[in-house]
């Protein structure tokens, strides 16, 4: 075992969410920031870190593009997901008060999680690069008429107070990540409730995308995301990735997959691995609210 198998790699400065994601699935390994998502997929890619955090997708602010077009270029393997509550907190420097805060920093994404909030309290929202990296210009600045805000987390590696908790003005905000290895973790069939992520091509004629997507129908497969973007800065052709619920060896993911494969090009399976806990509760709660 080398040094690197102990390491996990995330996007951002120490304290983003990425950062509390890798705390929260594997708190036994060290944490490799890096500044880009190209980084992060380097990282492991070249052998300094085993595996690979990714947010994939909010369920206020939709999917993280970036990630979405380089995943399919990447040669690493989706071995698992993790849903990540979002607590965003207003920090300010030791000693200032919520009364005398004037602005906050943030990425663009965590401010406007919190518009009503922050329009509320009467302070200004200042956008920045990311939410870790405004809490640490904020300490260096040390105004106490100007916060961030960011996690929990960035605070105490910052040294910044907390002036107001859940900040957020949804309790429904989660992250999705993706965790990435070098090498695939497939598990067995049958065990749990299992996902199996790809991503395909289709032309852009009449009725592609529904005969693609046939046979998951018809033989009861759930799928859970689809999302297009168009390639090559083209608009004859479109690339999709699509989350299923199922393994690859099973009757019915198999025959859906021999059919997706017949109508579509290119098809590439990125990982099958454990479903998270929250589906199966997000499901219960769907169900509890139709009720």
Partial sequence: MTAADNIIAFQGRPGAYSHLACREVHPEMEVLPCVSFEDVFAAVEGGQARLAMLPIENSLAGRVADVHHLMPHSSLHIVGEHFQRVNHHLLGVPGATLEGLKSAHSHVQALGQCRAALRDLGIQPISHTDTAGAAQDIAGRGDPEQGAVASALAGEIYGLDVLTADLEDAEHNHTRFLILAREAQVPQPGSGLLMTSMVFRVRSVPAALYKAMGGFATNGVNLTKLESYMLDGTFSAAQFYADAEGHPEERSMKLALEEL????REVRILGTYPAH??????????VDEED
């Fill in 277 to 286: 806990p929250y589906r199966e509760e997000a499901q219960r709660l769907a």
């Fill in 261 to 264: 494969d017949f109508f579509a």
